[in-house]
């Protein structure tokens, strides 16, 4: 068997200390600016910073060890936690002096001094007891951290094995819960009331045994064991966060729990996320020691925990998404189609069929409208919250879950799955305080993202009203075991239900079928019923678009082709910066549209879903999130009338005779309302000739049928003023010119 070789780490340190020294990197324009005493010898001017005081750590990136090193960054990264110590060791050999006058010297600095002037004193009579020196923990005013190579592998939480034991591992995840940051404790200083001596004692873990016995040399001459006292002030702590870390959504297989785990952060490393953050984090993978009487009720189990190294939050918001020149370029040619909201929405779940207007709402709810707040406080939220019911096997769940992969952050969670605390917040008990803390539920931890509930139907009452506040005011308020605050939850809301008995009853009322409390229904800003009634035209066309998914795994070819999620995701980051205002001519026309869908509801012979003063801001921010695709800061007229037919398709979704019914804001007959829309297509695209086959599409979205739209055609062309081909529709500027 052959012998297993250690390293020698007197040669390491060497290593480590030649690295620091010798390495150069090349210094960008920009730094020179900002800093024109910067050198080439990047770790070099690091400890200047530090030895002048400013800043408090040294990161060594293990890509540029690689490029000097390899063999020596491959040793770091199995074995990272020693080469921290050594080159922590390195760096107390080489610190220099500080370059600038130190303006303010702290309070650690004056004991510092004060204790080497005692032990200097002491040592002119009695010789130093090693015992009695300065450890170079209490006087180190930095931190090293490791930063592992950007080729290193990311590993899944279910890949870290026993293995990775000491490595230096990159792991990505949701922070779940994270503690307070309380000082611990790394150099306990005591004083001994017998011979005046200061003993030092360096703590590893969360808990240490304090000494007991003075090893002091006058005392152990004497015979005594002293009595120390634990020096508080003259001790040194460093800032600790525990942070819990639980497997991304994509990660986690089919039909298992997401794992988690413990992550030690300390120093400059706390602080870095809040709860809901995705981060990648680098870290080295280490195991607990349990003392005392846990490491016997423990036995030979060992719990693991990773000590962070760095953290980096992931681009979980649109607002920290960095573009680049392709997906701008990509963007400017999505814009500059006059089609755009339809390359948009039909983007979203591409091998669903159909469910046009239900994408539309969904794209628009992805956008959302303008969150305004006013002086005093008071939010107006922007966020749209989206209801889809509907019968089984509507797709509805499919939406949900690509919604969720579409948002940069988004949480998928099911009604009967969860509780009312589980959605909001929860009190528990906290493992390294014994305190009571708050942990965010699935609202919490959407926070400036999406919430997709599946089978909201199933949930009980008492939970469900768990999220009425979050829905309107967006906040979640807590009041348990002395615990009073209120949570952010600025989230959209998409949720799936069935109807009351598992399919829509036609002889029901909507309110009937859907069975949600009023106080519930007017907080979602658009309600669909996905109805699946039989039609032999429709379901040849269903049949054949689900055969070719499921023998090819994408969309059929005839279809258009879809944005790129990462394109989709920049430009919904675009859209939302823009702030659109609506001007004040369209006020006149926003309150009638409201004022008739009011006069709608009050009306008791209609089956239809009820009107509230919540739906104007609704209109609103249909309209804005309308607004916000075009990459315009001004509502137009189009965007409001789109609005109003948005929340009409919905609520005429729910009527019993869909089928047969007009929009309700179509007052006129069906030919002077498919004329309208021939002439409005024709000045937004600024022609005279038109696709057939675009118009068709836009007419039936707004709820006429084909034949209506063939013999409004036949209509106008015996009047002259259009003339159609088999693929164009075109408006005739001259009457009399035709014939």
Not at 78 to 98: C, G, K, T, W
């Amino acid at each position: 068997m052959a012998e297993v070789a250690y390293p020698d780490y007197a040669e390491e340190l060497t290593r480590c200390a030649r690295f620091l020294t010798q390495f150069e990197q090349e210094v960008s324009e920009r730094e020179r600016l900002e800093r024109p005493d910067r050198t080439t010898k990047k770790y070099m001017d690091a400890l200047q910073d530090v030895a002048d005081r400013k800043q408090r750590h040294i990161t060594v990136e293990l890509d540029d060890v690689v490029r000097d090193d390899p063999g020596l960054a491959e040793s770091i990264a199995a074995n990272a936690a020693r080469y921290i110590s050594l080159f922590e060791v390195a760096i107390d050999e080489m610190m220099p002096q500080p370059s600038v006058p130190l303006a303010d010297v702290d309070v650690d600095e004056v004991m510092h001094q004060h204790r080497q002037l005692l032990l200097e004193q002491r040592d002119r009579d009695i010789p130093r007891d090693e015992r009695n020196a300065l450890p170079p923990e209490l006087t180190r005013r930095y931190e090293v951290y490791l930063k592992a190579t950007s080729a290193q592998k990311q590993l899944a939480m279910r890949e870290i094995k026993a293995r990775e034991i000491g490595r230096l591992v990159k792991v990505s995840g949701m922070v779940t819960r994270i503690s307070d940051v309380r000082p611990l404790v790394t150099v306990a200083t005591y004083v001994c009331d017998d011979c005046g001596n200061e003993i030092y004692q360096v703590v590893q873990a969360k808990q240490f045994l304090p000494i007991s016995e003075c090893p002091s040399e006058t005392c152990v001459k004497n015979g005594v064991k002293g009595h120390l006292n634990l020096q508080t002030r003259g001790s040194k702590m460093v800032r600790f966060q525990e942070i819990r870390l639980q497997e991304l959504p994509d990660q986690v297989p089919e039909g298992n729990i997401p794992r988690s785990i413990t992550v030690h952060a300390r120093g400059e490393m706390t602080r870095r996320c809040t709860a809901g953050n995705q981060v990648e984090l680098s870290g080295i993978f280490l195991p607990i020691p349990y003392t005392g009487m846990h490491a016997l009720r423990a036995g030979l189990i060992s719990d693991s925990y990773v000590a962070a190294q760095s953290i980096t939050l992931m681009n979980t918001s649109y607002e920290s998404m960095e573009m680049s020149d392709e997906q701008r370029a990509a963007i400017d040619e999505i814009h500059s189609d006059p089609d755009r909201l339809q390359i948009l929405y039909r983007s979203l779940a591409p091998e669903i069929y159909g469910l046009d207007d239900v994408k539309e709402a969904l794209l628009l709810l992805l956008i959302s409208g303008v969150t305004k707040t006013r002086r005093d406080g008071m939010r107006i939220r922007g966020d749209l919250n989206v209801l889809l019911m509907g019968d089984p096997g509507v797709a509805k769940s499919q939406l949900l879950k690509h919604i969720a992969t579409v948002a940069p952050r988004s949480v998928y969670t099911t009604g009967k799955g969860s509780s009312g605390v589980g959605l909001t917040a929860a009190v528990i008990k906290d493992t390294l305080t014994n305190e009571l803390v708050l942990e965010g539920g699935a609202l919490v931890l959407a926070d400036n993202g999406i919430c997709c509930i599946d089978e909201f139907d199933k949930m009980d009452d008492a939970d469900r009203t768990a999220i009425h506040e979050v829905m309107e005011q967006q906040t979640v308020s807590i009041a348990k075991a002395g615990i009073t605050t209120t949570l952010n939850a600025r989230t959209s809301i998409i949720a799936a239900a069935n109807p009351l008995f598992g399919r829509y009853k036609i002889d029901l009322s909507a309110e009937a079928n859907i069975n949600l409390p009023p106080a519930l229904m007017s907080r979602f800003d658009l309600i669909f019923v996905l109805r699946d009634v039989p039609n032999t035209e429709n379901d040849v066309r269903l049949a054949a678009h689900i055969l070719y998914v499921h023998q090819n795994l994408k969309q059929p070819e005839d279809t258009h082709e879809p944005v790129p999620i990462p394109i989709l995701r920049a430009y919904i980051a675009e859209a939302r910066k823009k702030e659109p205002v609506i001007p004040a001519q369209l006020t006149g026309y926003i309150t009638e549209a409201y004022l008739q869908m009011r006069k709608d509801g009050a009306d008791a012979s209609k089956d239809d879903l009820p009107c509230t003063p919540r739906t104007l801001l609704s209109i609103l921010r249909l309209a804005q999130a309308l607004a916000r695709v075009r990459l315009d800061t001004e509502v137009a007229y189009t965007d409001v009338e789109e609005a109003i037919r948005l929340m009409y398709e919905s609520r005429r979704s729910s009527r019993v005779a869909s089928d047969s019914a007009l929009p309700m804001f179509q007052l006129r007959d069906y030919q002077t309302g498919i004329w309208e829309l021939i002439k409005s297509q024709a000045q937004l695209h600024n022609t005279q000739r038109l696709q057939k086959r675009v118009l068709l599409d836009q007419a039936k979205r707004k709820g006429y049928t084909e034949a209506q739209f063939e013999e409004t055609l036949d209509e106008y062309s015996q009047l002259q003023i259009i003339a159609t081909t088999h693929n164009s529709v075109i408006i005739v500027d001259n009457p009399q010119r035709v014939g």
